[in-house]
């Protein structure tokens, strides 16, 4: 999908809460997000949610920031996770697109929230999520995603967390993503 004006899915909704002038708990915005397309991953679209950049514990509730609009400049885990924060994303496949193996350095929560997934995992077991809330916690492993339907869209929310690199038989795994191996 080639067309950045148009999400595979109805945009996610996206509500910010803060404090209003008399201290009481109230909505900041309220907006929908619009994913981009993902050049190197061709059928995908991706849009920042919440990006949090000051270690934890954050420092969130005092600001008025956008977080979606914070930039992750470290390029180590290819711009995906803030050394000292999180960082809350949604991901979009077109029916029957598949990603490339990648691997970061964190620890990741994916939630299924529309749609159908398939991880795929570097020993080539493939686990089909369908429902939505189906989570699947990435600890430092190599993996990708394929969307099995013929017809719809999937879409899942992921938070990546900083991790040290997994350490594998006393060597650390680094961040990799391999566009070359076929994931099919």
Same mark, same amino acid.
């Given at each position: 999908m080639s067309d950045t004006t148009s999400s595979l899915l109805p945009p996610l909704r996206r509500v910010v809460t803060a404090h209003n002038a008399e201290g009481l708990a109230a909505v900041e915005s309220n907006i929908l997000l619009e994913p981009l397309d993902m050049p190197a991953v061709p059928g995908a679209q991706s849009a920042a949610i919440w990006v949090t950049t000051d270690g934890l514990p954050v420092n969130d509730n005092n600001t008025h920031d956008d977080g979606a609009k914070r930039v992750i400049e470290d390029p180590s885990?290819?711009?995906?996770? *803030?050394?000292?924060? @999180?960082?809350?994303?949604? @991901?979009?496949?077109?029916?029957?697109? +598949?990603?490339?193996? *990648?691997?970061t350095s964190s620890l990741d929560y994916n939630i299924l929230v529309s749609g159908?997934?398939?991880?795929?995992?570097?020993?080539?077991?493939?686990?089909?999520?369908?429902?939505?809330?189906? @989570? +699947?916690?990435?600890?430092? @492993?190599? *993996?990708?995603w394929k969307n099995p339907s013929k017809t719809q869209a999937t879409?899942?929310?992921? +938070?990546?967390?900083?991790?040290?690199?997994?350490?594998?038989?006393?060597?650390?795994?680094?961040?990799?993503? +391999?566009?070359?191996?076929?994931?099919?």
């Open positions: 885990n290819f711009g995906l996770v *803030h050394p000292s924060g @999180t960082n809350l994303r949604s @991901t979009e496949l077109e029916p029957g697109a +598949v990603t490339p193996l *990648h691997r159908e997934l398939v991880l795929i995992t570097e020993d080539g077991s493939e686990t089909y999520l369908k429902n939505p809330g189906d @989570t +699947v916690i990435q600890r430092g @492993t190599m *993996h990708a879409r899942w929310i992921t +938070v990546l967390v900083a991790a040290n690199p997994a350490i594998v038989n006393g060597k650390p795994l680094a961040p990799d993503f +391999v566009i070359d191996k076929p994931t099919v």
